[in-house]
């Protein structure tokens, strides 16, 4: 990247994307921010005392922008997204899923990341067991065609069978 930082955006996009949505960013939707740098309280010059100052995003300029910062306490970090894809209960679901990674990352370092939990315990039970809760009984006195042969009689015109092309 350091080698070819000085090629023009446009030429970029020019050789990397073949069809351009002018809607979208041209290159990524999604972007991680990480600021590392030191802190500075504050910075005197002459008569002018500078401090850092935050301000609020009032639009996003991507789909999805996660901010992060290292302080002394830790990451700090906020989100910044487009409403019209995600709703604030995807965010927060998104940014607790990521807080359960880097849990899990400080935990077990040496795991690959395939490997390491993202999920909280009723999020990891309830695809378990919840969503695989699929077990019916059926009565015990009646084979598979006389189930069917009922069925038909409730249902006589629906389609029972499709495979390809053909219907029965």
């Known amino acids: 990247a350091y080698e070819h930082?000085?090629?023009?955006?446009?030429?970029?996009?020019?050789e990397v994307v073949r069809e351009r949505d002018l809607?979208?960013?041209?290159?990524?939707?999604?972007?991680?921010?990480?600021?590392?740098?030191?802190d500075v309280p504050g910075l005197q010059l002459g008569d002018v005392q500078l401090e850092r100052e935050g301000f609020e995003h009032s639009r996003a300029k991507y789909e999805l922008t996660l901010s992060l910062c290292h302080t002394p306490e830790g990451l700090r970090g906020s989100v910044n997204y487009l409403t019209d894809l995600f709703s604030s209960t995807t965010i927060e679901r998104l940014v607790a899923h990521f807080k359960a990674?880097?849990?899990s990352i400080v935990q077990q370092p040496q795991q690959?990341?395939?490997?390491?939990?993202?999920?909280?315990?009723?999020?990891?039970a309830q695809l378990l067991h919840g969503f695989n809760a699929s077990e019916v009984d059926?009565?015990?006195?009646?084979s598979i065609v006389s189930l069917f042969e009922q069925q038909v009689l409730q249902t006589p015109n629906n389609i029972a069978v499709i495979f390809e092309e053909e219907q029965l």
Do not use: C, G, W
């Not at 930082?5 to 020019?14: A, I, L, N």
């Not at 690959?112 to 990891?124: F, K, P, R, T």
């Not at 059926?138 to 009646?142: K, L, S």
């Open 112 to 124: 690959s990341i395939a490997s390491l939990n993202m999920l909280s315990m009723q999020e990891e």
């Open 23 to 38: 809607s979208r960013s041209p290159l990524f939707q999604v972007m991680l921010v990480l600021q590392n740098t030191p």
């Open 5 to 14: 930082q000085e090629v023009p955006f446009e030429k970029v996009v020019e």
């Open 101 to 103: 990674l880097l849990h």
């Open 138 to 142: 059926y009565p015990q006195d009646n």
